[in-house]
Structures are given as structure tokens and as C-alpha cells.
């Protein structure tokens, strides 16, 4: 009882500390936010969110609390309740960390904005929101959280509001998101009508039918940027790479793999939806991986990256391993942000410039960023012992022993294959060669609000899945016998994708540039998923449309009640007296007739 109580108390405490900056001011003229106050406020809060993690730890103690009961209609509650569980209590010390080393990245990235205390406080309400959802124990709760990041990554991707691709690229995450939320209501309404309650401990234990749980996938595909809802993700990339960082490490994009995690008692027993999980995982991953290949902005090659290991995460769920998944968003979190802060700090020293073909021999200017690139790309690759290796390869050797679908065994090794080539790819035209930068560029990292996150998220890198597998292994995990050669499997995959991106390199060095073909084509155009979707159905509307305005309305209008009609209409009536007017007597008679006729009728 004492445990639960202290646990609920640092959860508490921990978000408090970090909505302290942002209330402040509001309740006190006195107190003026700051960026330091900002950062500070989050160290300290990732230093209680640690009590609570020891405390599951080592006494392996779950608590559910409820705080207050909304009664939203007589049989309907909807109480405010958290969970602390495995999930949650590892979830918030590895987001605060992240997120405390971007915030002070961020003072230093930044440090040229007008607006960069409000720009810092988007930041911490982005995370507050995200570990609002982590905690939640009701689909109720769950949604604000949701939704709460949804805006917060529409205001922070936009926050260059001058720039016409940001703010197009705002609305683009906005309206992917979109569609994926009408999947998470119309699964929240399912639950309310059939079981009639939001309570994840009461929906979770009862028998479900397919429907909410496709309802629940369509959320996760557009929070998660699955196939499909993906172009929102690199198109994220306009927004400031402290948001990129934050948004692709530890918020936003593992929402709804979170969901699925939180959710998936429902999933175990229906295979339908485990194997809709898989394959669409499966493509996920491939796609975005193909995509990569050919890319030479540094930010979108590790947004595609981000989005391949996403497709990872949603393979895993599909292979009825959530706990797999959540140690994947674990490790993910900490190499992801520190690719993202390396890209920062090269694009900030070269002036804004993304392109790796303009870069080279970063080596010897930067050796803090490119070596921390480095243990990020080695770690991506699934590199044995980095934080990336724990996770990936015991994703890819339960893909590899479980007898539910070869094609997506060979979609995943193919991706694992395209990640070591675009990393290497990455790392070889930034860090090595000669330098392709203007030599009037002054490049300098001696700044420690550069080095000191950077430095720390490498040591995360290389610490985190030793110790999240010692000390947190995750259960549910049945320990497997295989043969060699499908243990090394990712390994060597990984080998085989390292050796072709070298031979490409040397190849460039020799021969005169390629040809265009169909298959370099695919990927550099991104699988010409933007123009056929954004471009070519916006097209197929605006046709119609013209065609439906222009030919049924003002055509109709004009050739029937317009000029034309009344033309007509004279004419017809001018060749119906010349009939009639003939000048011979029969035709009187037969006027003077039917007059007759038709009087006597009346009569």
C-alpha cells in the first residue's frame, strides 16, 4: 500500500514539475519563464520520474488511482484514472531524459528566436501530453493525451510560420492524423455502446469483435505513419530539428504503437487483426527503407529511418509480442533523438545546409557530432552491443521462428538490409572524403549545450539495452532455441547491406553516373505515393467539379432559361405562325374548326 501511494506521488509530482514553468507565470507577474528554468524544471523532473521506476523494480507493484468520477450520463462513468505499470514507469525517466537533453540542445539551436521561452514551453507541453497518454487508464483520458500531441506537433512543425512548406507540412500532419482519429473514435463509441465503459482493466478482459480493432489500427497507421498515412512524417521535417528530435524519439509517432501496446489483450486472440498488424508492418518498414536509399536531405534520411522502425514496432505487435515492441520504443528513443540532434548541429555549423553531397570531412571539424552519428547509425543498423541490437534482433528472431508469414520475414530482412546501406551511405558522404563545404564556413562545436546531450544520449546508445535487459526483461518473452545461422540472421543481413553500400560508394568513384531506371526511379520519387494521392486525387476533384459547374449548371442555365433558350423559343414560335399563315383557305377553315371544337369541349 505504502509502495502504490509513493508511486502515484512521484507520478504526480513529475508532471507537475513539468507543467511548474508554464503555470507560473500564469498564477504570478513575478516569475518570468526562461529557457534555463524550462530545462531545469525537466532534469529535475526525470530525476523524481527515476523513484518510481526503482520502486517497480524492485517490488514489481502496479497501481491503478482514480481521482475524480465525471458522470457523463446515469450508467456511463468516466472516472480520471492512471496506470503505473511496467509500461508507464519505464516510459517516463527515458522521455524526460530525452527530452532534457533536446531542451538544452534546443537553448543553443535556437538561441537566434525572439519567441524561444514560448518555443520551450511548446516543447514540455508536448511531452507533458504524451506522458498524459502513457498514464491513462481510460480511453477517455487516453484520447486528451492524443489529441493533445496532435496539436502540439501542428503548432511546433509550423512554428516557422513564414515559410509556406511549414505550415503546409502542419496541415499535412494534421489531416493524416485526422483520418487516423476517426478510427480511435469510432472504436472509443463501439466500447461505450457495446460494453458500456471507457475502463481499460474492464473492455480489456472481455471478447471483442473485429471492428474496434480495425478502428484502433487506422488510429495507430496515422499516428505511427504506417503505409498509407506515412507522407506526413518526412514532410515533418520543415518544423525546427529540436521539434524533429523530440517528435521522432519519444512523442508523437510511438503514440499509437502505444495504443496498440496498451490495447492489446483485445488483439491476442484475433488473428485477423494480428495479421493485418504484421503485413502492414512489414510494408511499413520495406517502403520506407526503399525510400531512404536515394535521399540526400541528412533530415529526411533519418525521418524514413524513423518511419522503417516504426513498421518494425507494428511487426512486432502483429507477432503477439507488445512487451518487444515497448523495449524497441525504449532504445529507439535515445539513438533517434541523437541522429536528429547531430543532423542540428551539422546543418547550424554549415549554415542551414542538408544536402550530405555538399558536406564531407566533418571528421576532423566536428568530431563530437560525427562520432555521436556514428554510434547513432551503428546502433540504427543493429550494431551487437548498442541499444538498437537488444531490440531489433530479438524482433527479427521471433519473426524468424514464428510460423505466421514468410513474405513479411523477407520484407523485414530486406529493410534491415536497406538500413545498414542509407546509414552507411549517410556516414560516408558526411564524415569522410574531402570537403565539399565553401571554405569561408566557420564551423565550431566547442559550445558544451552542443556537446553535453549529444555525449549523453551516445552513453544512453550504449548503455540502455544492456541495462533495460538485465534489470527490466521483458516477460511473456518464451527463451527460444534456433540454429545459428537464423540467430545472426539480422546480423547478417546487416553485413550483407554494409558490403553493398561500399560497393556503390566505389562504384561512384569509377564509373560515370548511371543511368535513370525504373527502380531508382521508385525510390528517389518516393513510390510516387505524393503525387498519385496529393496531386492526382486533388486533380480527378477540381475536374469534376468544373465539369459539374460548367456543364450541368451553366449550360443547362444558358441553353434553357438563358439567351439561347429564349432564341429557341422565338424561333419556335415564328416557324409555328409561318405554319399557320400561309395565305390558302384551308388552313383558315381548319384554324376556325378547331377553335370550335375546342369551345364546344370546354362547354
Request: aromatic share 10%.
Amino acid at each position: 500500500m505504502e509502495t502504490a501511494l509513493l508511486l502515484n506521488t512521484c507520478t504526480l509530482l513529475t508532471l507537475a514539475t513539468i507543467l511548474t514553468p508554464l503555470l507560473l507565470p500564469l498564477l504570478s507577474t513575478n516569475f518570468q519563464n526562461s529557457p534555463t528554468s524550462t530545462t531545469r524544471a525537466i532534469k529535475t523532473a526525470f530525476l523524481i520520474s527515476l523513484v518510481p521506476m526503482m520502486l517497480f523494480m524492485y517490488s514489481n507493484t502496479e497501481s491503478i488511482t482514480s481521482y475524480w468520477e465525471w458522470k457523463f450520463i446515469m450508467n456511463f462513468k468516466i472516472p480520471l484514472s492512471f496506470k503505473m505499470d511496467q509500461y508507464s514507469t519505464m516510459f517516463f525517466p527515458i522521455a524526460l531524459f530525452v527530452t532534457w537533453s533536446i531542451l538544452q540542445f534546443a537553448t543553443w539551436y535556437m538561441a537566434s528566436e525572439p519567441y524561444i521561452t514560448k518555443f520551450l514551453s511548446y516543447l514540455s507541453m508536448f511531452l507533458a501530453t504524451m506522458l498524459t497518454l502513457t498514464i491513462a487508464n481510460n480511453m477517455f483520458l487516453l484520447f486528451i493525451g492524443w489529441e493533445g500531441v496532435g496539436i502540439m506537433s501542428f503548432l511546433l512543425i509550423g512554428w516557422w510560420q513564414g515559410r509556406a512548406e511549414a505550415n503546409t507540412a502542419a496541415l499535412q500532419a494534421v489531416l493524416y492524423n485526422r483520418i487516423g482519429d476517426i478510427g480511435l473514435i469510432l472504436s472509443m463509441a463501439w466500447l461505450a455502446s457495446t460494453l458500456n465503459t471507457w475502463e481499460m482493466q474492464t473492455f480489456l478482459n472481455s471478447q471483442t469483435s473485429t471492428l474496434p480493432l480495425l478502428g484502433l489500427i487506422l488510429a495507430a497507421t496515422g499516428k505511427s505513419a504506417q503505409f498509407g498515412l506515412h507522407p506526413w512524417l518526412p514532410a515533418a521535417m520543415e518544423g525546427p530539428t529540436p521539434v524533429s528530435a523530440l517528435l521522432h524519439s519519444s512523442t508523437m509517432v510511438v503514440a499509437g504503437i502505444f495504443l496498440l501496446i496498451r490495447t492489446h489483450p483485445m488483439f491476442t486472440h484475433n488473428q485477423t487483426a494480428l495479421t493485418l498488424c504484421l503485413c502492414l508492418g512489414a510494408l511499413s518498414t520495406l517502403f520506407a527503407a526503399t525510400c531512404a536509399l536515394t535521399q540526400n536531405d541528412i533530415k529526411k534520411i533519418i525521418a524514413y529511418s524513423t518511419s522503417s522502425q516504426l513498421g518494425l514496432m507494428m511487426v512486432t505487435i502483429g507477432l503477439n509480442l507488445p512487451q518487444l515492441a515497448f523495449l524497441h520504443i525504449s532504445t529507439h528513443a535515445f539513438f533517434k533523438a541523437m541522429l536528429f540532434l547531430c543532423s542540428g548541429s551539422i546543418i547550424h555549423n554549415l549554415n542551414g545546409e542538408q544536402d550530405i553531397r555538399k558536406m564531407g570531412s566533418l571528421q576532423k571539424m566536428l568530431p563530437t557530432t560525427t562520432s555521436c552519428l556514428t554510434i547513432g547509425n551503428l546502433a540504427l543498423m543493429g550494431a551487437p552491443f548498442l541499444a538498437g541490437f537488444y531490440s531489433k534482433d530479438s524482433i527479427i528472431e521471433s519473426l524468424n521462428t514464428s510460423y505466421l508469414n514468410t513474405w513479411a520475414l523477407t520484407l523485414t530482412l530486406t529493410a534491415t538490409a536497406f538500413t545498414a546501406a542509407y546509414s552507411l551511405r549517410m556516414t560516408a558522404l558526411v564524415q569522410t572524403g574531402h570537403t565539399r563545404i565553401p571554405p569561408t564556413t566557420s564551423i565550431n562545436e566547442s559550445n558544451p549545450t552542443i556537446t553535453n546531450p549529444l555525449l549523453r544520449l551516445a552513453l544512453g546508445t550504449i548503455m540502455t539495452g544492456l541495462l533495460i535487459t538485465t534489470y527490466i526483461t521483458p516477460t511473456k518473452t518464451p527463451p527460444m532455441t534456433m540454429p545459428t545461422v537464423t540467430k545472426t540472421a539480422a546480423l547478417l543481413v546487416t553485413i550483407a547491406g554494409i558490403i553493398l553500400a561500399l560497393e556503390l560508394s566505389n562504384m561512384t568513384h569509377t564509373l560515370t553516373h548511371p543511368k535513370q531506371n525504373t527502380l531508382s526511379n521508385f525510390s528517389s520519387n518516393l513510390g510516387y505515393f505524393n503525387p498519385l494521392m496529393h496531386r492526382l486525387s486533388s486533380t480527378n476533384l477540381l475536374n469534376n467539379g468544373q465539369k459539374l459547374a460548367l456543364l450541368l449548371i451553366d449550360l443547362s442555365w444558358y441553353k434553357k432559361m438563358g439567351p439561347e433558350g429564349l432564341a429557341k423559343l422565338h424561333r419556335m414560335a415564328a416557324k409555328t405562325s409561318t405554319t399557320l399563315h400561309t395565305g390558302l383557305i384551308k388552313a383558315y377553315l381548319g384554324s376556325f374548326a378547331l377553335s370550335i371544337l375546342i369551345i364546344l369541349l370546354i362547354h
